[in-house]
């Protein structure tokens, strides 16, 4: 996959709190994605991790001092937040929080927040402390403070923290800030739109053993719930079989059969601005569910009356929606003639656009390569990863949707 970070240039600063032993890994994880990171310790964070450690993983010179004298013109916090596309501060402490809410500057890296250019340099903060800390009213109030200042707070995570108890202020995982970081990055070309996902293959029973099913791994449909997270969309994905995690911020409703998804997105559908049809639904389903294990008689070519029956059309059944009607796109999975196939799904399923791929280039692969067909032409996207093919894809919706679609 490409390098998520490439050419970013990221502050990252470190208040004190035990969480600072994550910040490690993380900064190993944004130099890996492409970024360059320069980082900045409170003298509180210094007590948890050292600054060698930070400096051997960025691979420069830690600043933790608004007195250093190797600084050229003994103006680091100036310097340091001209050259960032963004500073992050995690783990960002009650005590470093309070002090932005207050627009205080006694220390370097406080200094440095207060100090950098609001609208080139944005800021990112990810909390981390004991639970009765974050939930103090005083916390809370801080929190809100500097998210009407601009600045972006991730949320934390729930579960067992470092003084023994159990609750709500850990520190997100250090690959959830850098996706949380990757996102941010993201241009918002479906902010404030509803978007609902079907993604994976669907499993249909035959008995309490067998069913029906196929090769779809859901990678596409998860890359592109993913997207249009990223794009500020509020995200309902309904899943398949599948073993993926959720992308980050995305609601998921798991679901087996086509009959299950038919449920699960019909009602939902008038309420969304996008309905986006990756899963490779089953056609059929056998007619009859066998309550006990069919057995296999001697001699006998299938089981005695194993019949299949048409699975609802989830697709066409939103396409026909007569009042508030999603723009609807829908894949088609083929194995030849893909523009006369997918023009003639365009009509058949009344889509806005079909995005054609090869079956047998995209399941369980990686990558991909897609033909968009809609009334006004093809356009083919050419072999890329399927998270950059994603964002193109949604780049291209948010481009299609009309001005009567928006919120
Ligand atoms: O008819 P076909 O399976 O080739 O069409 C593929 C498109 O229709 C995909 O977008 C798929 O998600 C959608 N579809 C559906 N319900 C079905 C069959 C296909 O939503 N029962």
């Given at each position: 996959m490409?390098?998520?970070?490439?050419g970013k240039?990221?502050?990252?600063?470190?208040?004190?709190?035990?969480?600072?032993y994550?910040?490690?890994?993380?900064?190993?994880l944004?130099?890996?994605?492409g970024?360059?990171?320069?980082?900045v310790?409170?003298?509180?964070?210094t007590?948890?991790?050292t600054?060698?450690?930070m400096?051997?993983?960025?691979n420069?010179?830690?600043?933790?001092?608004?007195?250093d004298?190797?600084?050229f013109n003994?103006?680091?916090?100036?310097n340091?937040?001209?050259?960032?596309?963004a500073?992050?501060?995690?783990?960002a402490?009650?005590?470093?929080?309070?002090?932005?809410?207050?627009?205080?500057?006694?220390d370097?890296?406080?200094?440095?927040?207060?100090?950098?250019?609001?609208?080139r340099?944005?800021?990112?903060?990810?909390?981390?402390?004991?639970?009765e800390?974050?939930?103090?009213?005083?916390t809370q109030?801080n929190?809100?403070?500097?998210?009407?200042?601009g600045?972006?707070?991730l949320?934390?995570?729930t579960?067992d923290?470092?003084?023994?108890e159990?609750?709500?202020?850990?520190?997100?995982?250090?690959?959830e800030?850098?996706?949380?970081l990757?996102?941010?990055?993201?241009?918002?070309?479906?902010?404030?739109r509803?978007?609902l996902?079907?993604?994976?293959?669907?499993?249909?029973?035959i008995d309490?053993v067998?069913?029906?099913t196929?090769?779809?791994?859901?990678?596409?449909?998860f890359a592109v719930?993913?997207?249009a997270?990223?794009?500020?969309?509020?995200?309902?994905?309904?899943?398949?079989p599948?073993?993926?995690?959720?992308?980050?911020?995305?609601r998921?409703?798991?679901?087996q059969?086509?009959?299950?998804?038919?449920?699960?997105?019909?009602?939902?559908a008038?309420?969304?601005d996008?309905?986006?049809?990756?899963a490779?639904?089953?056609?059929?389903?056998p007619?009859k569910?066998?309550?006990?294990?069919?057995?296999?008689?001697p001699?006998?070519?299938a089981?005695a009356g194993?019949?299949?029956?048409?699975?609802p059309?989830?697709?066409a059944?939103?396409?026909?929606?007569a009042?508030s009607?999603?723009?609807?796109?829908?894949?088609?999975?083929?194995?030849?003639?893909?523009?006369?196939?997918?023009?003639d799904?365009?009509?058949?399923?009344?889509?806005d656009?079909?995005?054609?791929?090869?079956?047998?280039?995209?399941?369980?692969?990686?990558d991909?390569?897609?033909?968009?067909v809609?009334?006004?032409?093809?356009r083919?996207?050419?072999?890329?990863?399927?998270?950059?093919?994603?964002?193109?894809?949604v780049?291209?919706?948010?481009?299609r949707?009309?001005?009567?679609?928006?919120?």
């Amino acid at each position: 996959m490409s390098l998520q970070l490439e050419g970013k240039h990221i502050l990252l600063g470190l208040s004190g709190g035990i969480a600072c032993y994550k910040a490690a890994e993380l900064v190993r994880l944004l130099v890996k994605d492409g970024a360059t990171v320069q980082v900045v310790m409170s003298e509180a964070a210094t007590q948890f991790i050292t600054p060698v450690t930070m400096q051997a993983l960025s691979n420069r010179p830690v600043r933790t001092s608004q007195w250093d004298a190797a600084e050229f013109n003994n103006m680091a916090h100036i310097n340091m937040s001209r050259e960032a596309d963004a500073m992050l501060i995690a783990p960002a402490s009650a005590d470093l929080i309070a002090k932005l809410a207050q627009g205080r500057a006694d220390d370097l890296l406080s200094l440095t927040a207060l100090a950098r250019p609001i609208e080139r340099c944005p800021l990112l903060v990810a909390p981390a402390m004991n639970r009765e800390m974050w939930a103090h009213p005083a916390t809370q109030r801080n929190l809100r403070q500097i998210a009407a200042d601009g600045a972006h707070v991730l949320n934390v995570g729930t579960g067992d923290q470092a003084c023994g108890e159990t609750g709500d202020g850990r520190m997100l995982e250090a690959a959830e800030i850098r996706d949380e970081l990757i996102a941010f990055f993201q241009p918002k070309r479906l902010a404030g739109r509803r978007v609902l996902i079907t993604a994976g293959p669907t499993f249909e029973p035959i008995d309490p053993v067998r069913g029906l099913t196929n090769r779809s791994s859901g990678k596409m449909g998860f890359a592109v719930a993913r997207a249009a997270a990223e794009a500020g969309a509020e995200v309902t994905l309904v899943a398949g079989p599948v073993h993926l995690p959720t992308p980050r911020g995305v609601r998921r409703i798991d679901v087996q059969t086509a009959q299950q998804m038919f449920d699960a997105v019909l009602p939902r559908a008038g309420q969304q601005d996008v309905f986006i049809a990756t899963a490779a639904v089953a056609d059929w389903r056998p007619a009859k569910l066998a309550d006990h294990k069919i057995k296999k008689q001697p001699g006998q070519a299938a089981p005695a009356g194993f019949e299949l029956t048409e699975n609802p059309d989830i697709l066409a059944a939103v396409g026909k929606l007569a009042a508030s009607r999603p723009f609807c796109v829908g894949f088609a999975a083929e194995s030849q003639d893909l523009a006369k196939f997918a023009r003639d799904k365009l009509e058949r399923k009344r889509a806005d656009l079909i995005v054609g791929n090869i079956g047998a280039a995209t399941f369980g692969q990686d990558d991909n390569t897609l033909l968009l067909v809609d009334k006004a032409g093809e356009r083919e996207l050419p072999r890329n990863d399927k998270l950059s093919l994603a964002r193109e894809l949604v780049s291209e919706i948010a481009a299609r949707m009309t001005p009567t679609t928006t919120p």
